[in-house]
C-alpha cells in the first residue's frame, strides 16, 4: 500500500506517491497556468484519478490521500479558503475530490500545518512533540506542533503568524497583511529596498539596474551577497524582524526546534546564525537554551511530505 | 468528597475547599511574612495537615489537592522554581507534600496555568477549548488552553509572554525581564511614570506628591481617573502594549476568549474595550472577530480555583 500526497501551490501543483515508511517513490509538479477556480479543482481530480490508475503503482494500491492548500482547511465544512487562488473563497474541495477515489480516505490542510508535518514526518523536526515552522515567502505562515498535534484553534486559523505586532505604532500599511509580513516577507524584503532606492539619489549599485517595480526578493539577497550596501540594510532589518519573531515562538511555546522555511529560506538560510543571535536578545532566557533553530529539511518538498504524512494518518 | 486547592503567592497563601462541582466552600489565607525556603514548604504542610483534619470537613472528605506556585512546576521532577520566594530554585514541593497527605493524590501547576484552569471551571472561560488568561500584576505571564489542554512546551516553560518582543530596536533594559513585562507590567506603568516626572520639570499635578521611587501602578490609575496628563500618557501607552500582546495571541492562537486578570485587570478593567480597539488594528482579521476579550471573573481567587480544578481531575 502507498499514499499518496498533493501539495497544492499559488502557481502549482505537486503530487507525490510515499511508502508507508515515507520513501519518496514518485513525484509529478505541473503549472497551474492561470487556471482559476473549479479548473484548479478538475486540475487536482485529474491527478488524482491519473495516480490511483497508473500502471507504476499496480503492486502498490493507494491506501489513502492529503492534500496541502496554499491558505486555509476548514475541517467542520470541507472547504478551503485560498486567497491566491481566484474563485476559492470557500471552495468545496473535499466534496470534489470524495467524488473521485471512491472508498479511499481524503485529508486536507493548510500548507503551513503541513510544511511543520513534512518535517515531523520526514524531515528536521523528527521525534519532536513542540516546534514551530516558520515559513518566509511571498506571505508569512507558521505551522505549529503542540504535544504532537497541529495548532488548528476555535477556527483553523491558528499560526496567523505575518499578523504579529513588533513594531509601535500602527500604521495604516499594515491593514492588508499584518505588520511582520509586511516588514520581513519576501515581498516586504522588495518592498523595502525599493523604498530605499527611491530615497537615495546618491546610490549607483547594482539594485540599479533593476526594474524597480519588478525587483525580488533574490535580487536584494544576490545584492547582499556582493556587499551592497542598501541591501545589507534591507537585510539587516529583516533579520531583526525575523529574530523578534522567533523569540516570540519560543517565549511562548517553549519548542524543540523553530524551523525556517520558505521561499526566502532558501537564499536567506545563510543568515539564520544571525536570526538566532538577534532572537537570543529578546526571547525567554532559559527557552531560548532549550531550543534549536534550523533550516527546513526537506525545502521546496515539505509541503508534498506533509500531505503524504497527512495521508498515512488517516489509512482505511 | 471535597478539594483542596492551595494558592501560593508571593505574599501569602490561600487555601480552599471546594465541592466536587467547584462549589467553594471554605477560604483561609495567611501571610508569608518573610518565611523562606523550607519555612514556606512547611506552612504548606501544616495548612495541609489542619484542613485534613479540621472538624468542619468531617462528612466531606478530601480527595484530591492541587497546588498554584508563583513560577514553573516542572512536572518530571516535582521541582519547583520560584523567583519570589528565597531558596525556592529547585525546591522538591511535591516530595514534602506527599509526605504529609498519604495516599491523597497532589497536582501542582503553575500560577498561570492556574489562573486559566480556574477561569475554565467557574470563571469566564467556561467551555471554552482555546482561551489564554493574560496575568498582569507585578509580572506579566500567560496561561494557554490549546484543545481544552494547558500549553506546556518541552520543559514546561511555554506561556512566558513577558518577553514578548514588542518594541524594537533592542534596548538593554529589557536584558532581565523582557521587553513586554518592561513597558506594561504594574512595575512597567509605574517606572514609565517615574521617568516622564524626571523629565518633566514643569509639572505639578499629584504624582508629584508621591514618594517619586515609593509611586505604585495603583497611584497611576488613580491619577488616570483624576485626569491627571503624565498619567494618562502612561496609561495610553501601556493600552499599546496589551493591545498589541492579545492580538499577537489572537493572531497566533485563534482563541474563543482571551481574559485579562492579575493585580493590575484589577484598576485597569475599564480600560479593556480600549485595549480591544488596540487589538484590533493588528491582529488577523478573521480570528479577531471570533473572539472576545474579557476580565477574569473570579480575579483575585482564579489561582485557588485553579488549585481547586487540578485536584478535581487528578483523584483517586
Known amino acids: 500500500m502507498s499514499l499518496l500526497g498533493i501539495d497544492l501551490g499559488g502557481t502549482k501543483l505537486s503530487s507525490a506517491i510515499f511508502s508507508e515508511d515515507g520513501t519518496l517513490l514518485l513525484k509529478e509538479t505541473v503549472a497551474l497556468e492561470n487556471r482559476r477556480g473549479k479548473e ?83 524531515g528536521n523536526a523528527r521525534g519532536c512533540r513542540n516546534a514551530v515552522f516558520l515559513a518566509v515567502g511571498t506571505g508569512i505562515g507558521a505551522g505549529i506542533l503542540v504535544n504532537g498535534e497541529i495548532l488548528r484553534g476555535s477556527h483553523d486559523i491558528a499560526g496567523a503568524i505575518g499578523w504579529m505586532a513588533l513594531n509601535r505604532p500602527f500604521d495604516d500599511k499594515y491593514i492588508s497583511c499584518g505588520c511582520f509580513e509586511y516588514h520581513a516577507s519576501g515581498d516586504g524584503v522588495a518592498r523595502a529596498a525599493r523604498d530605499l532606492l527611491k530615497e537615495d539619489k546618491t546610490y549607483s549599485g547594482e539594485l540599479k539596474n533593476k526594474q524597480i517595480e519588478g525587483m525580488s526578493s533574490y535580487d536584494v539577497f544576490s545584492a547582499f551577497e556582493n556587499g551592497d550596501y542598501i541591501a545589507q540594510k534591507v537585510i539587516g532589518i529583516s533579520i531583526e524582524f525575523w529574530g523578534m519573531a522567533v523569540a516570540n515562538l519560543v517565549s511562548l511555546f517553549n519548542p524543540e526546534k523553530v524551523i525556517m522555511g520558505g521561499g526566502v529560506f532558501g537564499p536567506a538560510v545563510k543568515l539564520i546564525p544571525a536570526v538566532k543571535k538577534e532572537a537570543e536578545k529578546w526571547a525567554q532566557p532559559i527557552s531560548i537554551k532549550q531550543m534549536e533553530i534550523t533550516a527546513s529539511g526537506l525545502a521546496g518538498d515539505a509541503g508534498v511530505f506533509g500531505a503524504g504524512y497527512l495521508a498515512s494518518k488517516n489509512k482505511r
Open 40 to 122: 484548479v479543482g478538475l486540475l487536482i481530480t485529474d491527478q488524482i484519478g491519473k495516480f490511483l490508475n497508473s500502471d507504476k503503482l499496480s503492486s502498490n494500491e493507494v491506501s489513502s490521500i492529503g492534500i496541502s492548500v496554499p491558505g486555509i482547511s476548514h475541517t467542520e465544512s470541507g472547504t478551503v479558503w485560498a486567497p491566491n487562488i481566484p474563485g476559492w473563497d470557500d471552495y468545496p474541495l473535499s466534496e470534489e475530490v470524495k467524488s473521485v477515489c471512491g472508498s479511499i480516505p481524503v485529508s486536507i490542510d493548510s500548507d503551513r500545518a503541513c510544511y511543520m508535518l513534512g518535517e515531523l514526518w520526514q
